[in-house]
C-alpha cells in the first residue's frame, strides 16, 4: 500500500486533517520537524532479496519481559529479532507483573496477540504456549547479555541448542544491539515494533475515541508530564517539594532492591537537566515556545505526585488541560482501571496521534513515541532541553528574568532543532568505553533512522511525501 501525502496534509488514524489546520494556534514555533522541510520520507521495512524466511526450528525461546509498558514493547521487538537470529520458535512473551506497577495483564490483554502471530509468520513462528510434553530438564535460563550483535546470538546462544530445547531470556530490555546489525534484522525490529505489536483491539477503540474527543476541540498537544511517584523516587528529584513529600519519596526509592542508587543529590539531579520538567515549569516552556491559553493539552501520565497541588500554575495557564478521566466517562475506563499498562497504552495512542508532542522527561515512553512518530512521518516532537531551561527557570524564581519576549526568543532559538526533525541515529559519546559506550548510544526505538526509513536530499516545498 502506498499513501501519498502532499505538503498541503497530514495523515491521522484512518483520517486526513489539513496541514493548516495542524498548525493554528501554534505560529511561533518553526516546521523545524513538519512535512514542509522534509522532501522524501519512505518506510524501507520490506526484507532485501536474499532474507530468508525461517527454516525449521532448533528449539523455544521463551521471554519474561520487565519493566514497564514501553520498556516490554521494545524489549519484545528485540525478542523477535533474536529468535530469527538463533532459528528459534518463540513463544508469546510474559508480561513483567512483579515491578512497581504491579500490574496482572496478560499479552493478550494489551496486544493483539493473533496479529502479532500472523503478522511475523515470514520471519519467525511464534506460538502461544509451550506444548507440553517439553520437560523441565531440557530448559535453560539465561540472562541475555546487554546490547550483544549477531556473534554473540549466533555462537554463544546458539550453540545451547545441543543441550536445551528450551532458552528462557530471563531478562529482554536492552538485549540487542543498537547498530552495527545486518539490514534484515534491523527491518525486522520495525515491523515486529510498528506493525506485529498493536494493542489489543477493546484499547485500539477506546484510545482512538480518545483522540476523537480531543480533535473535536482542534489541533492539540500531548504533554507527557512524568511528575509521578515512581519518576520522582528513583531520580531523586525533590524540587519544589515539601520536606514531608521528599521524605516520602527516599522511603520509596529505599525500599525497592531494583533501584539500585540510593543516596542521590536532588540540586545536581536537577541541574544536570537528569529530573522531569515540574508541572510550573512545563508551563512557562509551554508559554515561552508560544502555545496561547486556549491550546488544548492532553496530559499522558499516571497520577500526578501531589494532585492539584501541583498543578495549579500549569492549570491556570492552560484551562483546556485534558486527561483520560476528563474525556470518558468512569464506565468507559473501567475495563483499564487498575491496570496500569493498559492505561499506559491509551496515553501511548494519544500521544503518537497528537499534532505536538512533548515529554517533560526523556523516559521510556517519551522515547518509544518519538520513534514511532518519527516512523509515520517525522510528526513534531519538542524534547526540551531540562539542563538549559533549569538556569532559566532558577532566574525567574529569582526575579533575575521575566517571562517575555526574550525568554520566549531564547526558548524558541534554543529548540529550533529539538523538535523531531529528520536525522540519522546518534552513535556512542566520543570516549566512551564497554557498557558505558553502548548505554550513552541513541536507542534504536527513539529514531529508526536510516534502518527503517529513507531521507531524501531535496527541500523543495512542492514536493511530495511517499509512504510505503
Request: glycine letters at 6%.
Amino acid at each position: 500500500m502506498v499513501l501519498l501525502l502532499t505538503p498541503n496534509s497530514l495523515i491521522h488514524t484512518g483520517f486526513l486533517i489539513p496541514l493548516d489546520s495542524v498548525l493554528i494556534g501554534i505560529p511561533i514555533v518553526p516546521s523545524c520537524g513538519s512535512l514542509h522541510q522534509i522532501a522524501t520520507i519512505c518506510l524501507v521495512l520490506n526484507p532485501v532479496r536474499n532474507y530468508t524466511s525461517p527454516s525449521e526450528s532448533r528449539g523455544y525461546l521463551l521471554a519474561h519481559t520487565n519493566g514497564g509498558l514501553n520498556q516490554m514493547r521494545a524489549g519484545i521487538c528485540d525478542m523477535v529479532a533474536i529468535a530469527h537470529i538463533i532459528n528459534a520458535t518463540l513463544v508469546v512473551p510474559k508480561l513483567d507483573k512483579k515491578s512497581y506497577w504491579q500490574d496482572s495483564s496478560n499479552f493478550s490483554d494489551v496486544f493483539d496477540e493473533d496479529h502479532f502471530i500472523n503478522a511475523l509468520a515470514n520471519d519467525v513462528k511464534v506460538i502461544k504456549k509451550l506444548p507440553n510434553e517439553i520437560g523441565s530438564s531440557m530448559k535453560a535460563v539465561k540472562y541475555f547479555k546487554s546490547w550483544s550483535g549477531m556473534d554473540y546470538y549466533q555462537e554463544e546462544i546458539a550453540s545451547m541448542w545441543a543441550d536445551y530445547k528450551v532458552i528462557r531470556a530471563a531478562k529482554t530490555d536492552s538485549r540487542l544491539a543498537n547498530n552495527n546489525l545486518p539490514p534484515d534484522i534491523q527491518k525486522l525490529r520495525c515491523r515486529a515494533c510498528y506493525e506485529a505489536l498493536r494493542f489489543a483491539p477493546q484499547i485500539e477503540a477506546m484510545g482512538k475515541l480518545l483522540v476523537d474527543r480531543m480533535r473535536s476541540n482542534g489541533p492539540y498537544i500531548s504533554l507527557h508530564l512524568r511528575y509521578e511517584k515512581d519518576m520522582l523516587a528513583f531520580s531523586g528529584c525533590t524540587h519544589d517539594l515539601s520536606p514531608a513529600e521528599a521524605n516520602e519519596l527516599k522511603t520509596i526509592r529505599d525500599a525497592n532492591d531494583n533501584w539500585k542508587v540510593k543516596d542521590i543529590d536532588p540540586m545536581e539531579q536537577r541541574s544536570k537537566g537528569f529530573c522531569p520538567l515540574t508541572p510550573k515549569e512545563a508551563a512557562i516552556f509551554l508559554c515561552a515556545l508560544g502555545y496561547p491559553s486556549n491550546t488544548p493539552i492532553y496530559v499522558a501520565a499516571g497520577e500526578i505526585y501531589g494532585g492539584d497541588s501541583h498543578m495549579g500554575v500549569l492549570q491556570s495557564r492552560y484551562p483546556m488541560l485534558m486527561r483520560k478521566e476528563n474525556l470518558a466517562s468512569s464506565e468507559e475506563l473501567e475495563p483499564f482501571t487498575n491496570h496500569l499498562s493498559q492505561l499506559a497504552a491509551l496515553d501511548y495512542i494519544v500521544s503518537v496521534e497528537s499534532d505536538v508532542f512533548i515529554p517533560t522527561y526523556s523516559g521510556n515512553m517519551a522515547r518509544a513515541v518519538e520513534g514511532h512518530r518519527r516512523f509515520l512521518g517525522h510528526r513534531r516532537t519538542i524534547s526540551p532541553d531540562r539542563k538549559a531551561l533549569v538556569r532559566l527557570f532558577d532566574k525567574i524564581e529569582q526575579g533575575k528574568l521575566k517571562e517575555g519576549k526574550y525568554l520566549s526568543d531564547h526558548v524558541i532559538e534554543s529548540h529550533r532543532n529539538r523538535q523531531g526533525s529528520p536525522r540519522k541515529r546518534k552513535g556512542p559519546i566520543s570516549g566512551t568505553k564497554g557498557t558505558d559506550r553502548f548505554r550513552s548510544e541513541e536507542a534504536f526505538y527513539v529514531n529508526p533512522l536510516p534502518d527503517c526509513l529513507c531521507q531524501g536530499g531535496s527541500r523543495n516545498l512542492n514536493s511530495s511525501i511517499i509512504i510505503s
